[in-house]
T-cell receptor, first 114, second 114 residues
C-alpha cells in the first residue's frame, strides 16, 4: 500500500511538445503529491505539488492533474524546452503533525530534443 | 539562507571502513530527513528528526547505520563497517511548518564502497 508507480521510465519529446508523466498510488491516506525535478549530480528540487481537494494545479508551463477516484496523478509540461531535460520524480505522503515522509516513484528521465 | 548543505559531496572508501556524512539544514527548519538514492531509483526514506529527536527509522536503516542531530541543528549519518551495497547517494532534506509539505533537499553525498 506504500508504493507509488511511475511511468514511463524514459521519455523523449521534441522542443515545443507536451511531456506527460503518470503516477499511481495505493494508500488513500496520502494527502500531498509533489513532483520533484532532479538534474545530474544535484538533489531533487520541488517543481509543483497538489493536495487531493483540487483536480488540477497549474504553475507556468507545469500542470498537475489529479484523479482521486482512480488514485492517479500526472505531470504535464507544456512547450517543453531542452532545459527541461532532467529526471522527474512523483511522490506521495501523508502529513502527520507537519511531518511529510515521502514515498517516491522510480523516476522518469526526460530528454527534450532541440 | 544558503539552502541545505551536505558534506562531503563524494566519498570513496574500502569495504569495512566507517564513514560519516554531515547535513546542515536550512536554519529555521526543525525537521530533518535522510534519504538514500541508488542509481536509477527514487529516493528512499531512511529516518527523520524533529528538532533533536529521532522520531522514525526505516527498516532500511540497519544496525550499522546511526544518525544524530545534537541540539537540533546539523545532523550526522554514520555507516559502520561499510558494504558494497551501501554505495548510493545519501540525501538530506529539511522542512518547516511554515512551508507545509515541501522538503528542501541538499545536493547529496555520494558514497562509493570498493
Amino acid at each position: 500500500q506504500q508504493q507509488v508507480k511511475q511511468s514511463p521510465q524514459s521519455l523523449i519529446v521534441q522542443k515545443g511538445g507536451i511531456s506527460i508523466i503518470n503516477c499511481a498510488y495505493e494508500n488513500t491516506a496520502f494527502d500531498y503529491f509533489p513532483w520533484y525535478q532532479q538534474f545530474p549530480g544535484k538533489g531533487p528540487a520541488l517543481l509543483i505539488a497538489i493536495r487531493p481537494d483540487v483536480s488540477e494545479k497549474k504553475e507556468g508551463r507545469f500542470t498537475i492533474s489529479f484523479n482521486k477516484s482512480a488514485k492517479q496523478f500526472s505531470l504535464h509540461i507544456m512547450d517543453s524546452q531542452p532545459g527541461d531535460s532532467a529526471t522527474y520524480f512523483c511522490a506521495a505522503s501523508r502529513g502527520t503533525s507537519g511531518t511529510y515522509k515521502y514515498i517516491f516513484g522510480t523516476g522518469t528521465r526526460l530528454k527534450v530534443l532541440a | 539562507d544558503t539552502g541545505v548543505s551536505q558534506d562531503p559531496r563524494h566519498k570513496i572508501t574500502k569495504r569495512g571502513q566507517n564513514v560519516t556524512f554531515r547535513c546542515d539544514p536550512i536554519s529555521e527548519h526543525n525537521r530533518l530527513y535522510w534519504y538514500r538514492q541508488t542509481l536509477g531509483q527514487g529516493p528512499e526514506f531512511l529516518t527523520y528528526f524533529q528538532n533533536e529527536a529521532q522520531l522514525e527509522k526505516s527498516r532500511l536503516l540497519s544496525d550499522r547505520f546511526s544518525a544524530e542531530r545534537p541540539k537540533g541543528s546539523f545532523s550526522t549519518l554514520e555507516i559502520q563497517r561499510t558494504e558494497q551495497g551501501d554505495s548510493a547517494m545519501y540525501l538530506c532534506a529539511s522542512s518547516s511548518l511554515a512551508v507545509n509539505g515541501e522538503l528542501f533537499f541538499g545536493e547529496g553525498s555520494r558514497l562509493t564502497v570498493l
